[in-house]
């Protein structure tokens, strides 16, 4: 199973797409400074995932919500699901 995420720092209040096999290593690289575009906002929760039998579909869903390149996008989908 391949899963699309949303992190959101608890720090500064930003969000975080992505897409992982193993959302728990992945989560666990995030909050360890091991991911480059994350490392200086940590600490991150996990605020919404999505599972997905694919990788293409998590990719799908992933590219589809960073093209909304909108935070009101993202606190609507966390809010209604």
Do not use: C, D
């Not at 666990?28 to 579909?57: D, M």
């Not at 998590?58 to 609507?76: C, D, P, Q, T």
């Amino acid at each position: 199973m391949f899963y699309f995420y949303i992190l959101k720092s608890k720090k500064f209040g930003t969000y975080y797409i992505g897409i992982s096999g193993n959302i728990e290593e992945r989560w666990k690289a995030h909050n360890n400074g091991l991911v480059k575009s994350t490392k200086y906002k940590r600490p991150w929760s996990v605020v919404h995932k999505e599972g997905f039998s694919t990788l293409k579909q998590a990719r799908k869903r992933e590219l589809y919500m960073k093209s909304l390149k909108s935070r009101k996008a993202i606190e609507g989908l966390i809010k209604h699901i």
